[in-house]
């Protein structure tokens, strides 16, 4: 009875509260807005080809080099080598110089980049490249092969994809599951901070309120604490749920916008080319289409309400220490700490092997289970790691609240000092 | 009587600290209790005992005979001296919600509201957040939210600090009709004007400890001292003091009290082994007696005599 009072009454506060309705409908524009921008500023950046400048008066290596979209070359051979030095360093991102008196297999070791700042990897590298093949061209020909015919003799595969259940796919798919589960994976941290803060703000406004004294005196401070969390969490869910909306409506509305062009008559020359794209486009759409949605959807809502109620207890204790929002930060960082850790790992584990020894193990620890194991769960989890996973994670998630009750019992009603770690651990034992 | 409620024995620790040693203490029904005490004494460990909000270490608490449980929560209305409601919430739905936390049905609690709100005049603050309003009149709220699911037993820890006199008196007047109307009431404080003003009974904590419980008028006529205020106009001041300490064993001092006349003002205590009417007949002999009362002890005498003492 009085619990349902208290979840109703967070619940209500938090969902009226401006932010919240900002956030809930202003988030996935700026997301989208974010997106576009960084594609756009992007594309800006590499609007200009990089120019290098060459020295080579022997000729050895100034044909290989390539002009390409991000590099052009031009050959400074005809000029002295501190006049080309010096023109380098003016107009040129660098200067790729190749002494007159080496020869071929020299190339190897005796080619110099010179230039102003640190040099962009990528030049580096096509500059090896160009030198790496003249050499196996080289070595080639010295051992009696011709070279075109090795070339023309290699041949491009193409390994046709499908799963056991008979599910056509493509090899893009894979980078397609680690965007989406990064993405879960990333939002429930997100979630975590951003509602366990606000139960703590929560906690710190009842007490610095004063009317915290009046709350317990009606209700147990167990049941009030989990009333918080519970409401807060119910918030949380709906912002999901409008924000999973929001998405598929996003969704259709693109995916239809795309259909309807494929189906219009195709214009000569540039359809060609966005025909390919759309074709792109179709492609992940139909392979979104096949990942396990429901598996991630309600594993979102598991991991997030286990993940959230495990931390938001700690935060509600933290929230019950001290006295105000700036007292809390010693207290914040082993909190975040675990979830960056889980993110990290994700990102690297994950993406290099789902099913990795790291990758499980963190999917079973319960301060980082939510965040790496949504990261996994789009390329497939077996249902008994599932079930561990969530067991263990709700397992703690009642130890910890037991822990995080006793603290919060006695914190409320303590005024006016910033404990310490050594304190807290004191009230446990009230 | 019976008492409403009844504290054996209550012991309460923090680490090393006790902050109420063995106190008992019985609160007749229907009266107002002054629960006093220095800063400190316990009488906040032993409010939120009662309270529920805290467990003592030993002893029990009883209330209408029974034991404390969690059912009686209904049953208690509490005022902490730090008061508070949530700032950004609208009077109504606050005093509903706080009605309801305290067992009431949702009518109930409205129909408490809008009698409340009635008698105190604040029908039109329904809608209006607390951070909107003055301090006077969020206390009115507060006051309203502690007597709105109309206990048994009211406890106001500090009730008239912050109060301006207006809104005091307001709320004074409030709480002795809810006495007439048979609410027992324990008020905390080191305010003494308003224990010897409301208080029927009273207790005093010092240090943990209970030092002085019963009826105010007992514990005064405990703490009398046998001494007079006397006013007196004798034909020669000089020789009236030299008869007084050459024939008798009263002592007397200087005292300090309104009359209309120029006379002598004294306090005279009596000695043991003598009676008021032999000092009277004897100041009679001396000169015009114009003024004869005994001096009674006022609470706050008492409180800093126990309180000094120990």
Known sequence: MSLSLIIRREFTAKVRNKSFIVMTFLSPLLMVGMAVLIGYLTSVNKDEATKIAIHDEAGLLKSDLKNSEETTYTDLSGLPLAVAKKQAAENYEGLVYIPKSIGVKDLATKVDYISSDSPDIDIVDDIETAINDKLTKNNLKELGFDYD??????????????????VETFKEASL????????????????????GNMVMRSVIEEKTNRIIE????????????????????????????????????????????????MGAPTQPMAGEASKQAMEGVQLYIAELWKLPLLSIFFGFIVYFIGGYFLYSSIYAAIGAAVDSETDSQQFLLPIILPLMLGVYVGFFTVIDDPHGTVATVFSMIPLTSPIVMLMRIPFGVPLWQ?????????GTFF?????????????????GKKPTYKEIFKWLKY | MTPILEVRNVVKQYGDYTALNNVSLKVPKGSIYGLLGPNGAGKTSLIRIINQITMPDKGEILLGGEKLSQKHISEIGYMPEERGLYKSMKVGEQALYLAQLKGLSKKEAKAQLDYWFERLEIQGWWNKKIQELSKGMAQKIQFVVTVLHKPKLLIFDEPFSGFDPVNANLIKDEILNLRDNGTTIIFSTHRMESVEEMCDDIALIHESNKLIEGPLHDVKKQYRSNTFEVGIAPANIEQFFAHMSLNTRYVSTKANFKTLDDELKLQITLPQGTTPRELLSYLVQQGDVTYFVEKIPSVNDIFIQTVSKK
């Open chain 1, 149 to 166: 015919k090795i070339e023309k003799a290699k041949t491009k595969s193409d390994v046709h994809l499908s799963t056991f259940s008979g």
């Open chain 1, 386 to 394: 599932l079930i561990v996973s969530v067991v263990i994670l709700f």
């Open chain 1, 214 to 261: 009046i709350i317990i005196s009606s209700v147990k401070p167990f049941k009030l604490m989990m009333g918080k969390i519970i409401g807060t969490s119910m918030a949380g869910i709906l912002q999901f749920i409008i924000w999973t909306i929001l998405g598929l409506v996003l969704f259709f509305v693109l995916g239809s916008i795309f259909n309807v062009q």
């Open chain 1, 399 to 415: 130890f910890v609240v037991w822990f995080a009750s006793k603290i919060y019992r006695i914190g409320i009603l303590m005024y």
């Open chain 1, 176 to 195: 397609l599951k680690i965007i989406v589960g990064g993405g879960c994976g990333y939002l429930i941290m997100m979630f975590i901070i951003i509602y």
